[in-house]
């Protein structure tokens, strides 16, 4: 008895997609609407259609580089971390070549990024992420 959510819907929008209101409509081919109970029984069922809303978030973006020391050499080891303006903080820790990446960061804000190593001294820097970068790149100095 009651009104119960017994189906939820996740989209992926392709990359690129323009912003747009899609409708989402029921059908009763190729099989009948139907559903029921665990013992076989018909239930009630109300079928709404409705909307997706595509917007143009960039939600999803990467943003990566590479930390090496003054003689290009990578630096292991080192704390990577991504602020955006409202503080929140992910960090990700350099390999062995001195190469992170940050995933599913969102495009249209500005963020801080700042390294910090055990041997090198690191200047932050403010980047402000439209698309995907693959060049944040800093160097160490002793």
């Keep these: 008895a009651g009104t119960r959510q017994i189906l939820t819907v996740t989209f992926t929008v392709a990359a690129g997609a323009t912003a747009?209101?899609?409708?989402?409509?029921?059908?009763?081919?190729?099989?009948?609407?139907?559903?029921?109970?665990?013992?076989?029984?018909?239930?009630?069922?109300?079928?709404?259609?409705?909307?997706?809303?595509?917007?143009?978030?960039a939600?999803?973006?990467?943003?990566?580089?590479?930390?090496?020391?003054?003689?290009?050499?990578?630096?292991?080891?080192?704390?990577?971390?991504?602020?955006?303006?409202?503080?929140?903080?992910?960090?990700?820790?350099?390999?062995?070549?001195?190469?992170?990446s940050f995933e599913d960061v969102e495009a249209g804000q500005s963020y801080v990024i700042g390294v910090t190593s055990k041997r090198y001294r690191f200047g932050s820097r403010v980047v402000n992420v439209t698309d995907t970068l693959a060049d944040v790149d800093f160097v160490g100095q002793e």
């Design 20 to 57: 747009q209101t899609v409708p989402v409509t029921f059908s009763g081919t190729p099989t009948a609407q139907s559903v029921s109970s665990a013992q076989g029984a018909l239930l009630a069922t109300t079928y709404e259609a409705g909307n997706v809303v595509i917007t143009t978030t």
């Design 59 to 100: 939600a999803g973006v990467t943003v990566s580089g590479r930390v090496t020391s003054a003689n290009g050499q990578g630096v292991r080891g080192a704390t990577v971390a991504i602020t955006d303006s409202a503080g929140d903080r992910r960090s990700v820790t350099t390999g062995s070549f001195g190469f992170y």
